[in-house]
């Protein structure tokens, strides 16, 4: 069915570095793919990759180099050069992993076994914050817009400071939330007049419309309403709208997803599944009063849920189901026309990155193509159920079994059959592995190839390599 194109306003791509950040060259290839594919702006989540200094020094990634502030600056630069709008997002009350997990800011936490949440009552907590988004706009000259992000502020409330807060009468965990938020907006309004200030709406979403007016955020803040679901419901999010509209915040951001939302770890996106997200939300902005402003969208591509998870899609293997999202936003379905655009843009034969095809030789390739040519491949490799699950299978079970290992009582004939057919799987999966590494390198620092490995091939390789290393040992015991 179609739908009207998503209406005026910006068409913003996630760049989420809390994992997998990319190698600043392949980053700046990306940035020229996402303004050829039709997006005018960036959303960029440093976390631990910001060039932070003096006491916040301590908040740089230790896995690889953070980016350097010349490479920021001219990351900003490539956008510009674009005509693509850079707007930081900086966490300043849920997701502070990456600044909370420091020994040092352990007692800024609301409770000590939530590594993501600021207690909001602590002074140092507010000064924290305010110095890392003094550093984040000082590096970005002439900077229009600002992601304060503060969503899923998990456990707010049960830190001692808050109960004894909450205690009081007339206190409620919404005025707790509402407060810090409020106190975080007025003081980058006081210090930078004209930076526009957005941040994720979900904590606000079962608040009444009177708490919300009463709350002091309103003219400060733009809520952005994120939902990554296919399905998402769409009278219920425009009521949502309309009710920040009505408490006085019309000025208002959606957010889709083309990567990082299926499961947390995904390896490869079902395009149509984001395509289907990206329906749902021109049938809410198709629906929406005239008094709501919708500035624009952010398409986000998580690379983790949050920053001690572990790694979703990489961005290459996500790029057909990106541009895919974006000629959906531009065209109001994907067209023929919008398909084609993607097809020849990418150089692929279908939208689905497992159904692309392979690149002839001297076919335009997008950026990160062999790469994601060796993921599909790789990732399929480990999903077969006969190297899934070989433990389970007759042989394995019949004459292999823990009780056949423990006693190392086993028939050589079978077992030397099953040591034969787990070496294969191993040699597949081993020159596959290598040729991958060798790829990945190229576009993300060594420690993301190493990391990407670790939880996604090492869980499927360690049990074959367990059954060849025993079945050695136990063949020794009967064969002389």
């Known amino acids: ?76 630069e490539v956008a510009k050069f674009k005509g693509m709008e850079v707007i930081p997002l900086v966490q300043t009350f849920g997701h502070m ?158 957010a889709s997803s083309f990567k990082g939302s299926t499961s947390v770890d995904t390896n490869v996106p079902s395009t149509q599944r984001h395509l289907e997200n990206h329906l749902q939300w021109l049938k809410v902005a198709a629906s929406l009063s005239a008094g709501i402003n919708l500035k624009g969208i952010a398409i986000t591509g998580w690379q983790r849920y949050d920053h001690l998870s572990v790694l979703c899609e990489l961005m290459p293997v996500a790029l057909p189901s990106l541009a895919a999202c974006l000629q959906t936003l531009i ?8 398909q084609s655009k993607v097809i020849e843009k990418l150089g692929v034969s279908s939208v689905e990155v497992e159904e692309m095809g392979s690149a002839a030789d001297g076919a335009l390739l997008f950026p990160g193509r062999r790469l994601t040519e060796l993921m599909v491949e790789l990732n399929s490799l480990l999903n077969s159920e006969d190297i899934r699950f070989f433990e389970k299978n007759m042989f394995v079970r019949g004459w292999f079994s823990p009780y056949h290992r423990q006693r190392k009582m086993v028939t050589p004939l079978i077992t030397m059959k099953i040591h034969s057919q787990a070496s294969v799987y191993l040699a597949m999966l081993q020159q596959k592995v290598e040729e991958v590494r060798g ?26 390599q367990m059954i060849v290393d025993e079945i050695a040992e136990c063949v020794k015991e009967m064969v002389p």
């Open 331 to 338: 065209h109001g379905h994907l067209s023929a026309d919008a």
């Open 439 to 464: 790829e990945m390198v190229q576009l993300y620092p060594d420690s993301t190839a190493q990391e990407w490995i670790e939880e996604h091939v090492s869980p499927v390789v360690a049990p074959l």
């Open 97 to 254: 992993e990456f600044v909370l997990k420091h020994r040092p800011l352990w007692s800024l936490r609301e409770v000590s076994h939530c590594v993501g949440t600021l207690n909001p009552h602590k002074e140092e907590g507010v000064k924290l914050v305010m110095e890392m988004l003094r550093q984040v706009v000082e590096l970005h000259p002439g900077l229009n817009t600002l992601h304060i992000g503060a969503d899923e502020v998990y456990m707010l409330g049960e830190g001692d400071e808050s109960k004894l807060w909450l205690a009081s009468p007339g206190h409620t965990l919404e005025q707790l939330f509402l407060s810090h938020v409020t106190k975080v907006a007025k003081a980058i309004k006081e210090q930078w007049p004209h930076i526009t200030v957005i941040m994720w709406d979900d904590m606000m979403r079962g608040m009444s419309q009177d708490t919300l007016k009463a709350s002091g955020l309103v003219g400060l803040v733009q809520p952005m309403l994120w939902d990554y679901t296919p399905n998402l419901e769409v009278d219920k999010t425009v009521s949502l709208l309309e009710k920040y509209c009505s408490a006085g915040m019309s000025d208002l951001w959606a």
């Open 1 to 76: 069915m179609d739908h009207p194109p998503w209406p005026k306003g910006k068409k913003l791509v996630h760049l989420d570095l809390k994992g997998a950040p990319p190698r600043v060259e392949y980053l700046h290839k990306l940035i020229d793919l996402f303004s050829q594919l039709g997006a005018d702006g960036l959303l960029v989540e440093y976390e631990d990759m910001f060039p932070y200094e003096g006491e916040l020094k301590l908040l740089q990634a230790t896995a690889q180099p953070a980016y350097s502030r010349e490479e920021v600056l001219f990351m900003q």
